[in-house]
C-alpha cells in the first residue's frame, strides 16, 4: 500500500512516500497514456528524489510531496500532478512511523528460541475421534475383509499412537469407537489397499 513513512532504519530523519509501483504505473497509464516509465519519465524530471526502491515499489521525497509541508495533512497531490497531468483531490493520507530503536525491540524475539519456547508451552491439540462416517464404513469394511485382516490391519496402524492394540475379547465395535480421525483413515487406507 502506498503512503507516508518515517522510519530511522531505512531513511534516517527524512520522511518519504512509498509509493506502490503497480498502483501509480495504472494511475499513471489511465489518465497520461505515454506509455513511458511513471518515475524516470515524469516524477524524477518534477524534482522527485528516489531515495530506495524495491520490487514494487519505490520511496520518493521531493518538494510539495515530503518537503516543505504540514505533517498533520499529508496529501500525494504533488505526485499526483507530476504523474498524470492532473490536479490531485487533497486526499490526507496517515503517516506510518516505524519505530526500530533498541528499546522498541526488546519486546520482540528475533531468533528461534523464543519460538520454540512458545511451542513448547502451547498444549497439544487433543485429537478428534473417528466421525460417524468413518466408523460405519470400517463395519463395512470388517464384514468384507474378515476378522482376522481387521485385527492384523488394526494392529499395525495403532502402533506409535496412544491407541491400545486391540483385546482378545474387545468387540469390533468397541476397537473402532477408540480410535481418532488420522488413524481410522489410516484403517481405511489399509483394508481397502490389496
Not at 14 to 33: I, M, P, Q
Not at 38 to 59: D, K, M, N, Y
Not at 131 to 159: C, H, I, M, W
Request: proline fraction near 5%.
Amino acid at each position: 500500500m502506498s503512503g507516508f513513512t518515517r522510519d530511522t532504519k531505512r531513511y534516517g530523519d527524512n520522511l518519504v512516500y512509498e509509493a506502490l509501483g503497480s498502483k501509480w504505473r495504472r494511475y499513471h497509464d489511465t489518465h497520461c497514456g505515454c506509455g513511458l516509465n511513471w518515475v524516470t519519465e515524469h516524477a524524477e524530471p518534477a524534482g522527485f528524489t528516489v531515495v530506495r526502491s524495491g520490487t514494487g515499489w519505490v520511496a520518493l521525497t521531493g518538494p510539495g510531496l515530503t518537503e516543505d509541508v504540514d505533517e498533520s495533512a499529508l496529501t500525494a497531490n504533488a505526485l499526483w500532478e507530476a504523474v498524470t497531468g492532473k490536479p490531485g483531490a487533497g486526499w490526507v493520507e496517515p503517516l506510518n512511523i516505524v519505530d526500530r530503536s533498541e528499546a522498541a525491540s526488546s519486546g520482540r524475539s528475533t531468533t528461534g528460541a523464543a519460538a520454540a519456547k512458545r511451542r513448547e508451552r502451547r498444549p497439544e491439540a487433543e485429537p478428534e475421534p473417528a466421525t460417524d462416517k468413518q466408523l460405519k464404513y470400517l463395519t463395512t469394511l470388517v464384514s468384507k475383509v474378515g476378522r482376522e485382516r481387521f485385527d492384523t490391519a488394526f494392529n499395525s496402524v495403532v502402533q506409535g499412537t496412544e491407541i491400545a492394540p486391540r483385546g482378545t475379547d474387545e468387540k469390533t465395535g468397541q476397537a473402532l469407537r477408540r480410535l481418532t480421525q488420522p488413524v481410522a483413515r489410516k484403517l481405511i487406507t489399509t483394508l481397502v489397499g490389496p
